[in-house]
């Protein structure tokens, strides 16, 4: 391939964004529409995000980089996408692009770059590794058949749990008020840092954040954050929010979660039950998930219920070294 007669283009959701969404999709486990890349994007566009496509002079897309500020608990800590389309790889264009994206990165003062690779990806993960990233993360994937499932089984564990005390509700239900989203916060803050695998960091520095990041997404959906409340305490116990993506034709629990005072009482197995039947009244007839490798607990109670393992991710780090460190 000729590189010289490839041009370098912006996208944004004015320029491209098909084409970007349809890359982005061969590589991510859930499905992107341009409309929902848009929608993520805006909320980005204060970090300084930068996206940028490789075109032919048929306009034809061959490929598609970008980076953004991501975990921003982390001083200096950027993401990035790098994907050649299948048929153009191995030719130097993702070194093209990866040079590029360097750039860009010393450019915003990046400390760290995070990408994300398929784990049946072994081209992709070995770009990535010859280039100094390290493998930090496994995501577990994991898929659940909603037909066969026989929620009777869960309903004796759920009653008995609310015997002792527990409250199972929704956001919905509570109003979706700005302190009902509050306690969801800090109940997704404090399970997510708290979870075996975590590296201990809140996914959100602020509350501001998450009620952008995720109340204000088209994916939330009150009614589908199923909560348990400790009625003797008032405390948020655990949560379970499940949703369907804009383009996806079955369900996803994107995050369960249990404040670390209650683990070990069944709270997450029902949350997820609760999430489960929930997913049933939108007509899907599976659910995916996912997991951290090194969270063996809850891996388990997947596996109890029914999912199955299906191709998962890395999430590689990567620390950028200048001259004047």
């Known amino acids: 391939m000729d590189l010289t007669q490839i041009s370098v283009h912006t996208a944004d959701p004015g320029h491209y964004f ?49 980076i953004y500020r991501s975990y921003t608990n982390l001083e200096r800590n950027y993401s990035i996408y790098l994907i050649t389309r299948e048929g153009f790889r191995e030719c130097g264009l993702g070194s093209l692009m990866y040079e590029a994206l360097l750039e860009q990165a010393f450019d915003l003062g990046a400390r760290t770059l995070r990408a994300r690779v398929r784990d049946d990806f072994e081209k992709g993960i070995r770009f990535a590794t010859q280039r100094g990233f390290e493998v930090k993360k496994h995501s577990i994937e994991m898929m659940f058949d909603l037909k066969t499932w026989d929620e009777s ?115 997450a197995q029902a949350v997820k039950a609760l999430a489960l039947r929930k997913a049933r009244t939108w007509g899907v007839d599976t659910v995916r998930t996912s997991h951290t490798s090194e969270n063996e607990a809850m891996i388990a109670i997947d596996t109890r219920l029914g999912y199955i393992r299906t191709p998962g991710m890395y999430s590689l780090v990567k620390v950028l070294v200048r001259d004047s460190d």
């Open 18 to 66: 098909e084409a970007v969404t349809s890359m982005i999709n061969t590589q991510e486990t859930e499905p992107n529409t341009p409309a929902s890349l848009t929608e993520w994007y805006n909320k980005q566009a204060k970090e300084d995000i930068r996206f940028k496509v490789m075109v032919t002079k048929l306009d034809e897309v061959l490929g598609f980089y970008g």
């Open 153 to 267: 089984r869960y309903l004796p564990m759920i009653q008995s749990l609310e015997a002792q005390g527990f409250r199972f509700t929704n956001m919905a239900e509570l109003g979706d008020t700005p302190e009902a989203r509050r306690r969801l916060y800090a109940l997704n803050n404090g399970a997510s840092a708290t979870d075996p695998g975590s590296d201990g960091i809140p996914p959100w520095a602020y509350f501001e954040e998450f009620e952008r990041d995720v109340c204000s997404s088209a994916w939330y959906h009150p009614d589908s954050q199923i909560v348990a409340i400790d009625t003797q305490t008032g405390e948020w116990a655990a949560m379970s929010a499940i949703t369907v993506f804009d383009g996806a034709d079955h369900a996803y629990n994107l995050f369960t979660g249990t404040d670390v005072r209650y683990r070990g009482r069944k709270l």
